[in-house]
């Protein structure tokens, strides 16, 4: 497998779904075409807040592509004196790092180019895999919200901690709930197909590492591919704007299709299989994962399984709602469901990170 040198820090959320009461037709349907219902649309001001979240969260991701393509900054560290110093210390020197990106970037426009590719290229991701859950809630008349994009903080590496929206009736069928679960992750997949292959052709030759601790990334199995076809480089190369904006699409998309609980993959899989299965196959992932993430640290020298883990966890604890009906998906939707296995692995890495 071959491995890229950079750092990176990703988060996702996901909201649980919401009871509530929704009007009964005033007739008597056939139960094996179940009702699509009306839902109503978001509001002006709706639209106003999550437009306002999705600006904040181009910007702050904006501003990661600035650091992932900018050489390392060592601003002087503050001179700490006094206890209100030392308190001070660690959010002045922040300041500093934040201040001095800032300085270079309005220096180097190349830079700020490169945080705009990485920005438009990770949100265009994002959106994708949230309009997909979004339009086909519209299309089966589940309330949701429009999508939440959350920012982080500048220095966090991805600008954001991903995006969700939340429903707020029941899901009224098997069919709607395999529909909407797997609607996001596989609209996201295609948008990030275009955004990795132009990261894989435009790589090139990463320069001299400077000794100390090394972080890698390692490539999914779509990266490995796309490289065999297309004559890539993998090895030794230096990743840019779209490299990462599709890494982390990729390691989004994987984390979203684990079978457990909530998450995009629990929910296909709780149509797909039931109730008892899905629970069953949840702490068979969640074990599974728990192994890796202790196998990673040994191996790879890296803690990030260990908060794959805990997020499973998480969704262990939350219950997932039963659909209204539970009528057969049909022949079309378990190949769709196969086609989403085949997507999985082709995000999904082991052990994403080694430190050296």
Known sequence: MDNHVHTLASNIEKTPMSESVHVVPPFAPSRDVPVKRQAAGPSAREWIKHSALFLLTFITATFAGIVIAAPAVDPPEPVASGLLGYVLYVPEYYGRIVAALLSLAIANPSLIKSGLTFSTALLTILTAHEMGHYLACRYYGVRAT?????????????????????????????????????????????????????????????????????????????????????????????????????????????????????????????????????????????VTVAVMSVLGFIWHGSPSGFLYTVLLAVMLKVRHPAPEEMEPLGRGRIVVALITLIVFALSFVPFPITIT
């Open 146 to 286: 429009l999508p939440f994009f959350i920012p982080a903080p500048p220095l966090v590496l991805t600008g954001t901690f991903g995006a969700f929206i939340k429903m707020k009736s029941p899901i009224p069928s098997r069919r709607a709930l395999f529909d909407i679960g797997l609607a996001g992750p596989l609209a996201g997949f295609v948008a990030l197909l275009p955004v990795a292959l132009g990261g894989l052709l435009s790589l090139q030759p990463a320069p001299p590492q400077p000794a100390g601790q090394v972080i890698i990334l390692n490539d999914p199995l779509l990266f490995q591919i796309i490289a065999k076809l297309t004559g890539a480089n993998l090895a030794g190369a230096q990743p840019n704007s779209f490299y990462m904006a599709a890494w982390i699409g990729l390691l989004v998309t994987s984390l979203n299709l684990m079978p457990v609980g909530q998450l995009d993959g629990g929910h296909g899989t709780f149509a797909v299989f039931g109730q008892r299965a899905h629970k069953l196959i949840g702490r068979l992932a969640f």
